[in-house]
């Protein structure tokens, strides 16, 4: 269920981790405590995933560009 959520949520900025928090207290039993442990966690990796996700985007582009300009 978890992972339906998170992969539901992923357009809105912290919307995957506050979709979370229904399922992570009532199907998992995570306190009040640990589910601003994982919060905490998601706000400090969320940029580097992002970046990650940018920084492929453009190397990708940048590799068909290359293919594509080869083939002319």
Avoid: K, W
């Avoid at 912290?14 to 306190?31: E, H, K, N, Q, R």
């Avoid at 589910?35 to 190397?59: P, R, W």
């Amino acid at each position: 269920m978890l992972c339906i959520v998170l992969v539901a949520a992923p357009g809105v900025p912290g919307g995957s981790i506050m979709a979370a928090l229904a399922p992570l207290a009532s199907i998992l039993g995570f306190s009040s405590e640990q589910q601003a442990l994982m919060i905490t966690i998601y706000i400090a990796m969320d940029s580097f995933g992002t970046a990650c996700n940018v920084t492929g985007d453009g190397a990708i582009a940048a590799i068909v560009d290359h293919i594509r300009n080869r083939a002319r």
